[in-house]
């Protein structure tokens, strides 16, 4: 059940939700002087859905940026650590380079291999979370389930289930943060009958820790990430693979070859490094790394510049440079099939390097030519008892199957947030999803969100982009603190331009060309929902500046005056033992 309570909003001229003035006939209450200094900043208590890397990082930011507030982080698991914490199949890793794959604040150099493994990314946020005492703002095995934003009060009013006793309790938060990312909710593959299945039915996202593939004859459903790391890490164990492949995909090199090849900044010191043939670094790289700060950061910002510059390939214009690296991936997909016209056929595209994820696969196309390996491009027409059925109507039996298939990407949340406009959930099931920046939407006051549509989520690194936004995120509360606001959403007119731009960019790049794609919500053509319009470093610049003038507000003074913050005629900044009242000395003599 959803509820949405009447829309109060006091201002000069009482505003209606999309934006227009409306003179109403509402009294203006009468205006008294706020008894407090300039820069007072109210408490304010903040809800985070998440303990991901995201929600982690957002604990330590608004540690360094409010000051009066309380956090509390609601998360469904047992433990933190988000994807990493889920992902358990065999062969799962990042496939962004470990050293670029942390906290900028949070260096490791004793990574194990130029890719890390899920579980030493979850040990990773997991040490995070304990050394720097974060537990206390953790509560594990705790989920929203329901979000209703109250007009009057400037209040999230939350219903949130506790997991181990399956009771419902209610919270309210002057903030929602929504860090629950977007490949999280894991979804069965549509084929029907799928629940049939006599044997083993698992998905990578949730992995039974005890299964045992070995000497089983296995389908793998999906050529995705998850897919083509798992296939060539379970090939060797099991009797036979049968490999469904429904789209092409582009396969690149092993990243450190096509770094070499491509002649980027990374190639150079690339050849410092001690590697192994697995990628895994030497134990005397790491404790170079270890004992010399300098090299390491120089070598995580040469990584960092050189991923950073791939932005040039996606564009559909992007002359040598895209056909160069198209030219290149082509060749070495051929070698790798053994020239094979069959598979070669079925595993390159013929769709833009780019239209879906590149992916470096290390095995993959090779394990593809095993003897017990066989790759499937009919269709399949349902799930039956002993395994699949085809579309020719013939059917593979199986021991297991398993779906490397995805998750939903729809951005309509999990539970009903319902706000000015209705329920989220329905807005984003009806029409393209549409945000402000990929953290916040129009008519949703006092949220923001971690990777929301057309977010930057293909663009590398996570954690750092994380750090951007929840700097872009405090700055916004910080701001609602000190300036007397008491509830603040992007504007429709705003987020209506930002997407207008959004749509007229998309098609230059090869993420809107035909091919069905995660990036376009699972579909062969549509609009591109899940990536930003530009490159990676476009998007820290753009979020470098907050637009207040795109955003729409309601006040906690009774007369709505937006300059109430402005208070007693003091400042903090002259006021109390710490205070330093000629600070702008300081900063003039440091410039000298």
Request: with cysteine.
């Amino acid at each position: 059940m959803t509820r949405l309570r009447p829309p109060h909003v006091l201002s000069h001229e009482v505003k209606n939700f999309n934006g227009a003035n409306i003179h109403g006939t509402l009294e203006k209450a009468s205006y008294a002087i706020r008894e407090q200094p300039l820069g007072s900043a109210k408490h304010v208590r903040i809800v985070g859905i998440g303990a991901g890397a995201s929600g982690i990082n957002m604990i330590r930011t608004l540690r360094k940026t409010l000051v009066n507030y309380e956090h509390v982080i609601y998360e469904k698991n047992e433990k933190v650590g988000g994807t990493w914490f889920e992902n358990r199949y065999p062969g799962c890793r990042c496939d962004v380079p470990s050293h670029n794959y942390q906290f900028s604040w949070r260096p490791n150099p004793e990574w194990s291999n130029f890719f890390s493994p899920a579980a030493e990314i979850e040990q990773y946020l997991t040490r995070i979370c304990e050394e720097g005492h974060m537990m206390d703002t953790i509560k594990t095995r705790h989920q929203v389930v329901g979000a209703w934003w109250d007009e009057a009060r400037g209040l999230w009013d939350l219903s949130v289930r506790n997991l181990e006793t399956g009771k419902e309790f209610k919270d309210q938060a002057n903030f929602l943060v929504d860090a629950s990312g977007i490949l999280n909710n894991w979804k069965w593959p549509d084929i029907p009958n799928i629940n049939s299945f006599q044997g083993d039915l698992i998905h990578t996202a949730s992995w039974p820790k005890n299964f045992d593939y070995a000497n089983k004859t296995v389908a793998v459903i999906g050529n995705g990430s998850s897919g083509i790391q798992l296939l060539p890490t379970i090939q060797p164990d099991v009797k036979k693979l049968y490999h469904f492949v429904r789209t092409p995909t582009w396969v690149i090199p092993p990243r450190i070859m096509t770094m070499m090849i491509m002649g980027g900044p990374a190639k150079h010191i690339l050849g410092e490094i001690e590697f192994d043939g697995n990628e895994n670094f030497s134990p005397q790289q790491i404790e170079k790394f270890k004992a010399d700060p300098e090299f390491y950061h120089k070598f995580i910002k040469t990584i960092e510049q050189d991923s950073n510059g791939a932005f040039h390939v996606v564009l559909r214009n992007g002359g040598p440079i895209q056909a160069a690296a198209t030219g290149q991936v082509v060749q070495y997909m051929t070698a790798a099939l053994g020239g094979d016209e069959r598979l070669c056929k079925a595993l390159i595209p013929q769709f833009p390097l780019g239209a879906r994820r590149i992916t470096p696969a290390p095995g993959y196309l090779e394990a593809l030519r095993a003897p017990n390996t066989e790759v499937i491009t009919e269709g399949i027409a349902a799930v039956v008892p002993e395994g699949i059925q085809l579309e020719s109507g013939e059917i593979i039996k199986l021991d297991a199957i398993i779906c490397a298939t995805g998750f939903d990407n729809s951005f309509a949340p999990r539970f009903p947030i319902v706000a000015r406009h209705g329920n989220v959930q329905d807005a984003m099931k009806a029409d393209t999803p549409k945000g402000y920046m990929s953290c916040a939407l129009a008519g949703v006051p006092n949220y923001f969100t971690f990777f929301g549509p057309n977010a930057p989520i293909g663009h590398g690194s996570v954690f750092t982009l994380s750090e951007h936004i929840a700097r872009y995120i405090a700055g916004a509360i910080s701001k609602c603190q000190s300036e007397g606001i008491k509830a603040m959403a992007p504007s429709d007119a705003a987020v209506a331009d930002y997407n207008a731009h959004v749509a007229a960019f998309m098609p230059r790049t090869a993420w809107a060309a035909p091919c069905k794609s995660w990036f376009k919500g699972g579909r062969e053509d549509g609009p591109v929902t899940a990536l930003h319009p530009g490159s990676r470093v476009h998007f820290f610049h753009m979020l470098e500046r907050f637009r207040a003038e795109d955003w729409v507000y309601a006040y906690d003074d009774p007369a709505a005056n937006r300059f109430a913050y402005l208070g007693n005629g003091f400042s903090t900044r002259e006021l109390g033992p710490e205070a330093d009242p000629t600070w702008y000395l300081d900063e003039a003599w440091a410039a000298l």
